[in-house]
């Protein structure tokens, strides 16, 4: 994986970068809102459980690799309390994206773009959000390390061919331990768009695995390579949303695949106002099948007879 390349080789060159290169993974902001919760006690509760969480994502060591601050990845939890059902018992939904760099450009790459609207958050002021894989404690740190883990395994998965699998078992272990609670979103009976389903498809190789394959050629084999090969880059993006059509066909409306465009409408729509006629034509066609509640986003890729 390129990131923990670049940490190896930084530790061989100097001992002390390495000791300074211990820190955690995430540079994460977190937003809560109440638009129909006022009071004061309520936004003291907010404000506190806002800093517990951001607290709790940024200061908690997620994996064993060592990341620089440069190479934390860039993240977002916004969440929208919807409704009070006791001063500490809330219901609400909540937004979670992440970013990546593009090699050699000033430019990030969206990886997540998704919103969970099965989110119930019991919170009493100043309480620790302590957190053991292994045993469940409440659903905020629940909540909190699923999407964490999720959040790595995708940006893992860019940088080298199925680097999120082990933290995507992590978070499958999670959605196991959460299930005895009886919350929302941590059973297969919960829906198809849900936690549960989230990571199980991540890990089903017998129709995934092409899902995952696209996102790893999609980025260090299309992206991180435009600086340098425009044509090639986008020619192996074509490649990837081709996997990600054969996923599509033999799963229609499947939850990932609608996340992939979710994270990538506006991006493809840039990356390929400039290409050629040909490229255009095929993306568009796979889009038009995919993605159709977004082509607006690709009305510059459809080729007219005059091109």
């Not at 940024?58 to 860039?74: L, S």
């Not at 192996?236 to 695949?257: G, M, S």
Request: aromatic fraction near 12%; glycine fraction near 4%.
């Amino acid at each position: 994986m390129l990131k923990k390349i670049v940490v190896i080789i930084l530790c061989a060159l100097c001992p002390a970068t390495a000791m300074i290169m211990q820190a955690q993974e995430l540079n994460c902001t977190v937003d809560i809102v109440s638009p129909q919760i006022q009071d004061a006690a309520a936004q003291t509760l907010f404000k506190n459980m806002k800093d517990a969480m951001y607290q709790f994502m940024n200061n908690t060591k997620w994996t064993t690799d060592n990341f620089g601050p440069a190479e934390k990845i860039d993240c977002s939890i916004f969440i929208n309390i919807t409704a009070e059902n006791s001063p500490s018992d809330f219901n609400a939904t909540m937004t979670i994206q992440s970013r990546r760099p593009i090699y050699k450009s000033s430019f990030n790459s969206v990886q997540l773009n998704m919103q969970d609207i099965n989110i119930h958050l019991v919170y009493v002021l100043n309480q620790p959000l302590l957190f053991n894989i292994n045993t469940y404690s409440d659903n905020i740190t629940s909540l909190l390390a699923f999407y964490a883990y999720i959040i790595i395994g995708t940006d893992y998965d860019t940088y080298s061919m199925n680097g999120g699998s082990p933290y995507y078992l992590k978070a499958q272990n999670v959605v196991v331990n959460a299930q005895q609670a009886g919350e929302k979103g941590w059973n297969p009976q919960d829906g198809d768009q849900t936690r549960y389903w989230l990571v199980n498809n991540l890990l089903d190789e017998s129709y995934y695995a092409p899902l995952r394959k696209a996102a790893y050629e999609y980025h260090r084999l299309g992206l991180d390579v435009m600086y340098q090969d425009p044509a090639r880059g986008r020619a192996q993006i074509i490649d990837a949303l081709t996997q990600v059509q054969n996923v599509y066909n033999v799963r229609p409306a499947n939850y990932n695949v609608q996340l992939f465009f979710n994270a990538k409408a506006t991006e493809i729509a840039n990356i390929f106002s400039e290409a050629t006629p040909d490229e255009k034509t095929k993306v568009f066609g796979i889009v038009n099948a995919i993605d159709p509640t977004e082509i607006e986003k690709y009305a510059q890729l459809k080729v007219t007879s005059g091109e």
